[in-house]
């Protein structure tokens, strides 16, 4: 069979030693993403550099990604970010949608090994997967904040909060929101901290937002949204962390606009 040398396209990796360099000058950038170097020099790149061919069609997969994870391919870079994708992208079936290739990539992520530098990227490519799921996903209509913030001042024990449709919680022990906010733009800025965080990712008017949820968030917000009512997810985020504030999270569901609905099971 001829191969038509045309329909390929070859990306050229960096050798080992400029790899190390930029991952180091964004180090100074970033401090904590140092962790990154292991991934973004990929230990299958030999010392001389390597040349990875692609199909059209896998470079517009790679495109494609590049899209929906710009975050992630920021902290990788451009060349290592489409090794990584070529790599996935020989490992799916060839008939996959970008859609389902969006789904299947934080996973592809998370199995390359058990280092903490794996499951940061794989972190981070779920927050920016959740996102392109929610800027998709069709937006019910919310209550008002004016109504929302007198009802949530006292709010009855036996109350069901209705959330958007397709609300994303993803619990990282990285700071994975503080380090996707610092993405957002091409300013220098360092991490002023590190430590775990959680995000949430839902619907809103501009797109898809993504907020930090304050500490025992996760466990309220994943209890109301599984149908637990007010007094029950208090109790359970209580349990999981001493520091839970209610009103901090009760800032969060106005900010977030993400309450379409409030039922109180007593009068039921």
């Not at 040349?51 to 451009?78: H, R, Y």
């Not at 970010?81 to 992520?109: D, H, I, M, Q």
């Not at 007010?230 to 800032?251: G, K, L």
Request: proline share 4%; with cysteine.
């Amino acid at each position: 069979m001829q191969v038509n040398h045309h329909d390929y396209l070859c990306i050229r990796l960096q050798p080992r030693r400029q790899t190390c360099e930029k991952a180091r000058q964004r180090a100074c950038r970033y401090p904590e993403a140092a962790a990154m170097s292991a991934l973004a020099a990929m230990n299958s790149i030999a010392e001389g550099g390597l040349s990875v061919c692609c199909s059209q069609g896998t470079m517009k997969l790679i495109n494609c990604l590049a899209d929906e994870f710009p975050v992630l391919q920021k902290l990788l870079g451009e060349e290592s970010f489409a090794a990584v994708v070529a790599r996935f992208v020989g490992t799916c079936e060839a008939a996959s949608a970008s859609s389902r290739l969006v789904s299947l990539f934080p996973k592809f992520l998370r199995g390359l090994g058990h280092f903490a530098s794996i499951e940061y990227l794989a972190d981070i490519a779920e927050l920016e997967k959740a996102r392109a799921k929610a800027s998709r996903s069709p937006r019910m209509r919310s209550v008002s904040h004016y109504p929302l913030s007198s009802l949530l001042i006292r709010p009855v024990d036996t109350m069901l909060v209705d959330l958007q449709p397709l609300v994303s919680l993803i619990k990282s022990r990285f700071p994975i929101v503080t380090i996707w906010e610092a993405n957002q733009s091409d300013d220098g800025c360092a991490l002023d901290h590190w430590g775990p965080e959680t995000a949430l990712v839902a619907r809103c008017f501009r797109g898809a937002g993504v907020w930090r949820v304050p500490a025992g968030g996760f466990a309220f917000l994943r209890a109301l949204s599984a149908g637990a009512t007010w007094a029950a997810a208090i109790e359970a985020a209580n349990a999981t962390d001493p520091r839970f504030d209610v009103r901090m999270n009760v800032m969060l569901l106005i900010d977030a606009d993400i309450v379409v609905g409030l039922r109180d099971v007593s009068r039921h």
